[in-house]
C-alpha cells in the first residue's frame, strides 16, 4: 500500500513539473528574446551564453551559465539593481533605471533559469 501511495505521489509530482514547463515555454521564449534584443535587454553585449557569443563591443560580463541553480528572487534583483549585491558592478540596473518592466524582468527570469 505504502508502494503504491509512493508511485502515486511521484506521478502526481511528476504532472506538475510537466505542466509548468509547457506553461513557461512562452515566457522563456520572451525572456530570450529581450536578452537578445538591442533596444530591449540587449543582455547579449555583454555576455555569452549558451553558445551564443558577446554582439557588441566589449566582454563586460560573464560568460552565464549554472543560472537554473539560482534562486528566481536572487536573478530577478540582479536584472532589477546589481548594485544591491555588488557596489562596483558595471552591469546597468535595467529595473531601477525604468528600462525593463517588472513582467519582462520576470521573462528574462523564466529564460536564465534554463541556462545550465
Ligand atoms: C554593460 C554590460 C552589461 C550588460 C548590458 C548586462 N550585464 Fe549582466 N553583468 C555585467 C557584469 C560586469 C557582471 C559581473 C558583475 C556583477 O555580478 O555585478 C554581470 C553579472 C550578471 C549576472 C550574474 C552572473 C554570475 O554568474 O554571477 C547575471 C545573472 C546577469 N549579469 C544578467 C544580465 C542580464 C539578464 C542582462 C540584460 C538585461 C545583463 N546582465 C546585461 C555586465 C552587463
Redesign the pocket.
Known amino acids: 500500500m505504502k508502494l503504491i501511495k509512493n508511485i502515486l505521489m511521484a506521478s502526481a509530482v511528476t504532472g506538475v513539473l510537466v505542466s509548468s514547463t509547457f506553461a513557461n515555454a512562452d515566457l522563456v521564449a520572451k525572456g530570450e528574446k ?2 537578445n534584443t538591442k533596444n530591449l ?3 547579449l ?3 555569452a551564453v549558451n553558445g551564443k557569443n558577446i554582439d557588441g563591443p566589449g566582454s ?3 560568460k ?1 551559465q549554472y ?1 537554473s541553480a539560482w534562486p528566481e528572487q536572487a ?1 530577478y534583483d ?2 532589477y539593481d ?1 548594485y544591491t ?2 557596489p562596483i ?4 540596473a ?1 529595473g531601477k533605471n525604468g528600462w ?1 518592466s517588472d513582467s519582462e524582468i520576470k521573462a ?1 527570469v523564466a529564460y ?1 533559469k534554463t541556462i545550465n
Open positions: 529581450i536578452f535587454g540587449n543582455c553585449a555583454c555576455h563586460m560580463g560573464p552565464l543560472l536573478l540582479k536584472i546589481p549585491t555588488n558592478s558595471q552591469m546597468p535595467f525593463l528574462l536564465l
